[in-house]
C-alpha cells in the first residue's frame, strides 16, 4: 500500500498493549523527525512506567495459555505474521527510510528478512528439545524439558527498525510473551507492525510500545516479573540496563552490543575483492555505517596499503547520497542530527591524534544535503592501534586503516580491543586461514569474506560485544530455561 510522508502527521500512531491500540496512559507524547530534511514527521506515545507495568501485567497474564497453545499454534501464528509483513512490506519499507534514513532498497531487503525470520522459526520449534539421560536404576527415569521464561523484554535501537522488531519472533516461538520498545528516533515501523500483531496475536501475547530509554526502557529493564532481557545496542547502555535490572531481580540477558571489527587483508589476497569486501562490509547502502558488525578497521599488510587505499577511496567516492526514499540512492543520512555531531567529534579525534584524512569527513556538497544529517564516507589511514578511532566504536560511515608487517602484529592489533563481535581475513593460504580464525578474540570470523549472515548458523559475542546467542536453533534455545525431571521408581 502506498503512503505519502505528508499522511504520518496525521495518522493515529498508537502502542499495543494487552490487545488494544492505545495511547500513553498520562497523554504524553514525543515527535519523530525526517534525518534526510531535518523536519518533523509524526508524534508517538512516550509510554511511562505505569504503561509498562500494564504491558508486562498483560503478558504476564497470557503468558500459560501461549506456552500451553503449543509448538504447532505458535509456529501458525508467526507464520501468519510473516504473510502479512510480507503484504505491507512497501509501507513498512518507506516508514524505515523516511523515519530511519536507510535507502529504501535496502529496507525492502530488510522486510524480506522480517518475513523470513518468521518463517524460520516457525520451522524450528519441533527441534527445540530436551535429553534423556542414563536411568540411575532401571526403573528410574531422568529427562530435561525446555521451558520458557513467561516474560521477555525486547529493548532494540534504530539502525534496522523493522528488522529488529522480528526480535520478538524467537521468544515468542518457544512460548514467552513479549513486551517490545524499538527506538525513540525510529519508531515508526514498530508501531505499525503493532497493529498487524493485533491481528494475530491472542491478547497480551505481544505489548509494542514507543518510548525513550530513560523512561521505557529503564522501566521494562527494572520490571521484576521480566525475568529476560533482550538488548541489541552499546555496551555502556547493556551495563545500565543489568544494574537498573539487578536491583529488583535476578535476570537473564542476552545481548548484541557494540563492535570494532577488524578485517585483515594478508599480502598474497585477491585485493579486487578485498576492496570491494571492505566498502560492503561498512554496511555503507545499508545503514549508513551504522552498524555493529561493520569491519572499521582494515588492517592491511605494508606491501599492499598504497594500492588498497586508492581502490577503496576511489569506490566510496563513487556511493551515490541522496533522498532514502528514492530507489537510485546508495547512502542516506544518519539517523539524527545529534547522532551526525557525534560521529563528527570522533572524525576531529582522529585529524588531531595525528590520523590522515583520505576522504571524507564532511557532509556532502550540494544544497540537497544542507538540512540533513549527512555525512560522506570517510577513510583514514595513518592510524595507530591505541587512537581513539581505532579504540572506540564510532557507529557511523568512519573507517580506519591500520597497517602491519607480520602475521602476530596483526593478530593482537586485531584482538586488541575491547569489542569481539566479528572479524575478516582475506588470504589464499588456508593454513594461514586456520591460524587466524583460531587466534581472532571473535563470536565469528569469516574467510574472504565480508561480514554475511546466513541462516540458522549461531551467532555468539566475545568481551564488550555481548552474552547470550543469537540465531538458529540453540539462539531458540537461549529464550528457554532448562527443567530436569527426575521419575523415580517406588518399586
Not at 57 to 74: C, E, F, L, Q, Y
Not at 155 to 168: D, R, V
Not at 346 to 360: M, N
Amino acid at each position: 500500500m502506498a503512503i505519502a510522508e505528508q499522511e504520518l502527521a496525521t495518522r493515529p500512531w498508537r502502542m499495543l498493549i494487552a490487545g488494544d491500540l492505545v495511547e500513553a496512559e498520562s497523554g504524553e507524547r514525543f515527535q519523530v523527525s525526517n534525518p534526510s530534511s531535518g523536519e518533523s514527521l509524526a508524534s508517538v506515545p512516550l509510554a511511562s512506567r505505569e504503561d509498562v507495568n500494564r504491558a508486562a501485567a498483560a503478558a504476564k497474564a497470557a503468558a500459560k495459555a501461549w506456552w500451553m497453545a503449543g509448538p504447532m499454534a505458535r509456529a501458525g501464528a508467526l507464520r501468519k505474521l510473516g504473510v502479512l509483513l510480507r503484504e505491507h512490506s512497501e509501507e513498512l519499507a518507506f516508514l524505515d527510510s523516511v523515519n530511519g534514513g536507510n535507502p529504501i532498497r535496502a529496507m525492502r531487503v530488510d522486510l524480506m528478512a522480517a518475513a523470513g525470520r518468521c518463517d524460520d522459526v516457525a520451522s524450528l520449534l519441533l527441534e527445540l528439545k530436551g535429553q534423556t539421560i542414563p536411568a540411575s536404576t532401571p526403573n528410574d527415569l531422568h529427562y530435561t524439558v525446555r521451558e520458557p521464561f513467561g516474560v521477555v523484554g525486547v529493548i532494540m535501537p534504530f539502525n534496522h527498525p523493522a528488522l529488529f522488531t522480528m526480535q520478538i519472533i524467537a521468544p515468542l516461538g518457544v512460548g514467552n510473551t513479549v513486551v517490545f520498545k524499538g527506538s525513540d528516533q525510529a519508531p515508526l515501523s514498530s508501531l505499525r507492525i503493532a497493529e498487524l500483531c493485533a491481528e494475530v496475536f491472542p491478547p497480551g501475547v505481544v505489548n509494542i510500545l514507543s518510548g525513550d530509554g530513560a523512561t521505557t526502557g529503564s522501566a521494562i529493564a527494572a520490571h521484576p516479573d521480566i525475568r529476560l532481557i533482550n538488548f541489541t545496542g552499546s555496551a555502556p547502555t547493556a551495563r545500565s540496563i543489568m544494574e537498573i535490572g539487578s536491583r529488583n531481580a535476578v535476570k537473564t540477558y542476552v545481548m548484541e552490543l557494540g563492535g570494532k571489527n577488524p578485517l585483515i587483508v594478508c599480502p598474497d589476497a585477491d585485493l579486487e575483492r578485498a576492496v570491494q569486501a571492505a566498502v560492503e562490509g561498512m554496511n555503507l547502502t545499508m545503514c549508513q555505517g551504522q552498524s555493529c558488525v561493520s569491519t572499521s578497521r582494515v588492517l592491511l599488510h605494508s606491501s599492499i596499503e598504497a594500492e588498497f587505499i586508492e581502490q577503496f577511496k576511489a569506490k566510496l567516492e563513487a556511493l551515490a547520497p541522496g533522498n532514502p526514499v528514492d530507489t537510485d540512492t546508495q547512502i542516506g543520512p544518519l539517523v539524527t542530527h545529534r547522532h551526525r555531531e557525534r560521529v563528527l567529534g570522533y572524525i576531529e579525534k582522529g585529524k588531531a591524534q595525528g590520523a590522515r584524512l583520505v576522504t571524507g569527513g564532511t557532509p556532502p556538497a550540494g544544497t540537497e544535503f544542507a538540512n540533513g544529517a549527512y555525512l560522506s564516507p570517510t577513510l583514514f589511514d595513518q592510524v595507530s592501534p591505541d587512537m581513539t578511532i581505532a579504540q572506540e566504536e564510532i557507529f557511523g560511515p568512519v573507517v580506519s586503516s591500520i597497517t602491519w608487517e607480520t602475521e602476530e602484529q596483526a593478530m593482537e592489533i586485531a584482538n586488541g580491543v575491547s569489542y569481539g563481535l566479528t572479524a575478516a581475513i582475506w588470504t589464499r593460504d588456508i593454513d594461514r586461514a586456520h591460524w587466524f580464525s583460531t587466534g581472532l578474540d571473535a563470536g565469528r570470523v569469516f574467510v574472504n569474506s565480508h561480514v554475511r549472515f546466513f541462516p540458522r548458523t549461531p551467532i555468539g559475542f566475545r568481551k564488550d560485544s555481548g552474552v547470550g546467542v543469537d540465531g538458529g536453533l540453540m539462539g531458540l534455545e537461549t529464550f528457554t530455561q532448562l527443567k530436569t525431571v527426575h521419575l523415580i521408581s517406588n518399586g
